[in-house]
């Protein structure tokens, strides 16, 4: 993988455009509307984006490891564990180019020891890392758009800064209990004015409110993001890219939030991009967070990536598929999903580590909706029908 990046770095670029790179907590697609999140609609409506665009995971650290490393999430702990130093190969490409990484997070990227996985054992990959952490003294609504404002600073007051840069900005407003300045008209009431957990478990009764109070976080971030697109230098030039890191469920399935099963409202994500001035039109169905540095390195070198397991949007894809693994805590994910933008497969390792594992359990075949599938075929045809090489290319099969 070295000697990979190593090569393709020797190729110079002929631009360096900056680079936008939005990674949103808990961010549902459906929940992106002109009601709710006008500005983030209207980027999508304008730019590149997917219908059937999915998480890796089900949950954060899994997804942000196929963010950067472009690799299947069900890696992330045989990463972490083996102390991969580089951290992400895509990042450490773009500075051999030339181009600067910094950092704006409102969210802890040191949970499960990700920041090291991700920028590198010694964060060498970091140019410039800001942190606006919430905490007692702080919300989230305000550390989001502390983050957003240096940053439109940072732009504002160094020229320089306007090329050649790749900022990534990690917002955490729409992370349980969901935040929002309180002093400002909701948008949507009412809310639920005390997220009581035990009491919405227990109960459905209260749902609507807790709904609410998600789609006004959605709608603060919406307002920061607008506020940032309005106030964007050289936006023409510029590759911008929001996605969220996993959806959120609210009962539709019997289960609350995220983390807990692999159903479409805990993975359906936005995923949108405005790749500078490339025009070209995706040829792909489905799409997922894995490839978001393919297709950023594509759009500005024409090459491909050829030690991901993502691969570049803007060309026709040799494994139209999704993978989504389901959140384990601190350990391997043992169970995934493969979508193709119409079905599921559902399958789960039969032992932990899944790299010894001698057998792959089947454990629901559904739409993309979680209905039941219809197979009039058996299970094995169908697979083969709706899943062509799939399980081929996870099990190094040619």
């Known amino acids: 993988m070295l000697a990979a990046v190593d090569i393709l770095a020797a190729t110079p670029l002929t631009k360096r455009p900056?680079?936008?790179?939005?990674?949103?907590?808990?961010?549902?697609?459906?929940?992106?509307?002109?009601?709710?999140?006008?500005?983030?609609?209207?980027?999508?409506?304008?730019?590149?984006?997917?219908?059937?665009?999915?998480?890796?995971?089900?949950g954060t650290h899994?997804?942000?490891?196929?963010?950067?490393?472009?690799?299947?999430?069900?890696?992330?702990?045989?990463?972490?564990?083996?102390?991969?130093?580089?951290?992400?190969?895509?990042?450490?490409?773009?500075?051999?180019?030339?181009?600067?990484?910094?950092?704006?997070?409102?969210?802890?990227?040191?949970y499960y020891g990700m920041e090291k996985v991700l920028f590198g054992q010694n964060l060498q990959l970091i140019d410039s890392y800001q942190t606006f952490h919430h905490g007692t003294s702080k919300q989230p609504w305000e550390t989001d758009a502390e983050a957003v404002e240096t940053l439109q600073k940072d732009l504002a007051e160094n020229p320089e800064l306007r090329e050649g840069q790749v900022c990534i900005v990690f917002w955490d407003s729409t992370h349980f209990d969901y935040s929002w300045p309180k002093h400002k008209t909701a948008q949507f009431s009412p809310f639920a004015k005390e997220f009581a957990y035990f009491n919405a478990i227990q109960s459905k009764k209260n749902i609507g409110l807790i709904k609410n109070r998600y789609r006004n976080a959605v709608h603060y971030v919406d307002s920061l993001f607008g506020q940032f697109w309005q106030n964007l230098p050289n936006k023409e030039e510029s590759i911008v890219v929001v996605t969220g890191d996993h959806a959120e469920e609210f009962f539709e399935h019997g289960h609350l939030f995220h983390n807990s099963h692999l159903v479409d409202e805990q993975t359906h994500i936005p995923l949108f991009f405005k790749l500078g001035t490339t025009k070209q039109t995706?040829?792909?169905?489905?799409?997922?967070?894995?490839?978001?540095?393919?297709?950023?390195?594509?759009?500005?070198?024409?090459?491909?990536?050829?030690?991901?397991?993502?691969?570049?949007?803007?060309?026709?894809?040799?494994?139209?598929?999704?993978?989504?693994?389901?959140?384990?805590?601190?350990?391997?994910?043992?169970?995934?999903?493969?979508?193709?933008?119409?079905?599921?497969?559902?399958?789960?390792?039969?032992?932990?580590?899944?790299?010894?594992?001698?057998?792959?359990?089947?454990?629901?075949?559904?739409?993309?909706?979680?209905?039941?599938?219809?197979?009039?075929?058996?299970?094995?045809?169908?697979?083969?029908?709706?899943?062509?090489?799939?399980?081929?290319?996870?099990?190094?099969?040619?």
């Open 62 to 110: 899994p997804s942000w490891f196929s963010i950067f490393h472009s690799q299947f999430s069900l890696f992330w702990k045989k990463y972490k564990t083996e102390k991969w130093a580089m951290g992400s190969p895509p990042l450490d490409l773009l500075r051999k180019w030339g181009y600067k990484v910094r950092i704006y997070t409102s969210a802890q990227l040191g």
């Open 18 to 58: 900056n680079i936008y790179l939005f990674v949103i907590e808990s961010l549902r697609a459906d929940f992106i509307n002109p009601e709710g999140a006008p500005h983030l609609s209207q980027f999508r409506d304008d730019h590149i984006h997917y219908d059937a665009s999915h998480s890796n995971a089900n």
């Open 282 to 398: 995706p040829p792909r169905s489905i799409a997922c967070p894995m490839d978001i540095f393919p297709t950023i390195i594509d759009a500005i070198s024409g090459q491909t990536l050829p030690f991901a397991e993502g691969q570049s949007l803007l060309r026709p894809s040799s494994w139209p598929y999704a993978l989504i693994a389901r959140f384990n805590g601190g350990r391997t994910p043992y169970e995934f999903c493969i979508h193709n933008g119409r079905n599921k497969l559902i399958a789960q390792f039969d032992s932990s580590p899944i790299f010894t594992s001698q057998e792959l359990k089947i454990r629901s075949l559904s739409t993309c909706k979680d209905k039941a599938a219809d197979c009039a075929l058996n299970v094995e045809s169908w697979i083969e029908k709706e899943f062509p090489g799939a399980l081929d290319r996870l099990f190094g099969k040619k």
